[in-house]
């Protein structure tokens, strides 16, 4: 399983990102005659994706709302694509003679093969194996956050600002996390940066500029607009602007943003991530409970329900004083809020 992803892993980055190709005209090209996918071709590539998806977010998303909104000849050879998938608008390249996808020249017809294998061992993948580790301190969380300090759960979420899967968890739960958890003081939340610049080139500059924003206490509201306006965001100038409409002071936001201390705490974040809990894709989870309130079964009880869904892709790490949960993928505010509430019964 390690090695397809492995060789999936070029194309399925290539989907993680989230842009705004504009409109336009539909079916244009830069040649004379104009280029034409025939029904067939396109319903072949649209399964393509879906089954990218699928894979990408370990089976999660099982039927993801994916179609084809306009393609066009971007240079000789080169067709772009642009699907929605689930209301977000992802880029696909592919060659005119529509053999290969863009992205390491991979064949077409190789990655069918090494998708329909990837979703044979999703399928076939036990669900309720859960792994275990250990740290010899605890983990201290530092970072922009919400919620009472005498919350007895802490959640932390590592995230990039252009990755469409943070984007859905932005829309379609933290508000539910906010007024029911934070706001009611169920719930400390974090928001930690874990940018994947190979693909996203606005992620890390949207972390600079949200660090900035928290600087001078507006960093939800900074984070919300960056969220709302990633597709529109084209140089740092915008950044700029919306610090202006925010109505913080322009001048300290510019000079931090291109600070080396910015620079570092993002880093910091993308190193925390990778290195201390080995993270590799967003939005990812932390759940972090007080070892001395609950017990390692009422824990692993407790994420049975997350762990299914995410095919064993649940890990507990275990401090001294504290068991921490980690888990990836844009999971439905459902299986979260069961989760936090599943720990909260067994914390009294």
Request: glycine share 6%.
């Amino acid at each position: 399983m390690k090695n397809l992803y492995i060789g999936l892993f070029g194309v399925l980055l290539l989907l993680a990102g989230c842009v705004d190709n504009g409109g336009g005209a539909t079916n244009a090209t830069s040649s004379t005659e104009p280029f034409q996918l025939d029904q067939a071709t396109q319903q072949e590539l649209t399964q393509l994706v879906k089954d990218l998806v699928y894979v990408q977010s370990r089976g999660q998303l099982n039927n993801p709302q994916v179609t084809l909104q306009d393609y066009k000849e971007i240079a000789p050879g080169v067709i772009l694509l642009n699907f929605s998938i689930d209301g977000s608008s992802v880029p696909l390249y592919i060659t005119k003679d529509k053999q290969y996808v863009i992205f390491g020249m991979e064949k077409i017809a190789t990655v069918k093969t090494q998708l329909a294998q990837a979703k044979q061992q999703l399928n076939n993948q036990p669900t309720g194996n859960l792994e275990t580790t250990s740290f010899p301190e605890p983990y201290t969380v530092t970072g922009a956050n919400m919620g009472s300090d005498n919350a007895s759960i802490i959640m932390v979420e590592f995230s990039d600002f252009q990755c469409p899967f943070c984007g859905r968890f932005f829309r379609q739960s933290i508000p539910y996390i906010k007024e029911e958890w934070v706001n009611a003081g169920r719930l400390k939340f974090y928001y930690k940066h874990l940018p994947l610049t190979s693909i996203h080139p606005q992620a890390e500059p949207a972390a600079r500029a949200s660090y900035c924003a928290d600087k001078q206490g507006k960093f939800w509201e900074y984070h919300d607009w960056i969220f709302e306006n990633i597709n529109t965001i084209n140089s740092d100038q915008d950044y700029f602007n919306a610090a202006e409409q925010l109505g913080l002071n322009v001048s300290q936001f510019q000079e931090c943003f291109n600070s080396t201390e910015a620079r570092t705490v993002v880093q910091n974040d993308l190193r925390e991530a990778t290195q201390t809990f080995g993270l590799t894709g967003t939005p990812s989870f932390l759940i972090i409970v007080p070892k001395d309130k609950v017990s390692k079964d009422e824990v692993q009880q407790s994420i049975k329900s997350l762990n299914q869904i995410l095919r064993g892709g649940v890990r507990v790490i275990e401090t001294p004083s504290q068991y921490i949960i980690v888990f990836s993928g844009a999971v439905p505010y459902t299986f979260v809020n069961s989760t936090l509430s599943s720990l909260e019964q067994a914390l009294g």
